[in-house]
């Protein structure tokens, strides 16, 4: 599926694994991003907290969410686990995402930065970049309205 290049905005993108979520953000015209340190995941979710934190210390106006998707283009267990958690999270900010496919962006991060055996988060966080500056290149554009049926994956 083949998008068209987004309008430029202060996104967050994350890498949601099952134990850290990898963070990124650009500026407003997507000129440059940067990463952020990786949060731990809750039971409870409470790292919602420390997100909408970012959110509103950046200014960002939305979010994407990464979605692993396996080499044929179909959903894995962990993509699953993503998109629902891309909508629990766009439900409490009420904020704008959009999902991008993520296939292999750990395997980048590890090559393109050189990274290896990280316990910190800090490849998860390289690889919410990557998936960021896959966004800025070719979209999809956010939904407008926060909770809006998103792409099928």
């Given at each position: 599926m083949k998008f068209c290049k987004p309008k430029p905005k202060s996104i967050l993108s994350l890498d949601i694994g099952t134990k850290r979520i990898g963070l990124a953000y650009c500026d407003p015209l997507c000129i440059t991003s940067n990463i952020?340190?990786?949060v731990k995941r809750f039971e409870n979710n409470q790292e919602i907290k420390i997100i909408r934190n970012y959110i509103?210390?950046?200014?960002?106006t939305g979010f994407?969410?990464?979605?692993?998707?396996d080499e044929k283009g179909k959903m894995t267990t962990q993509a699953i686990d993503c998109k629902n958690y891309g909508q629990l999270l766009s439900n409490e900010l009420k904020?704008?995402?959009?999902?991008?496919?993520e296939?292999?962006?750990?395997?980048?991060s590890s090559e393109r930065f050189g990274i290896k055996k990280d316990k910190s988060g800090?490849?998860?966080?390289?690889s919410a970049k990557i998936i960021l500056?896959?966004?800025?290149?070719?979209?999809?554009?956010?939904e407008e309205i926060?909770?809006?049926?998103?792409?099928?994956y």
């Open positions: 952020l340190p990786a509103n210390e950046f200014n960002l994407i969410v990464g979605i692993p998707l904020l704008p995402f959009s999902y991008v496919n296939h292999s962006s750990t395997w980048e800090l490849i998860d966080s390289f500056e896959q966004w800025i290149e070719e979209g999809p554009e956010l926060a909770g809006k049926r998103q792409i099928k």
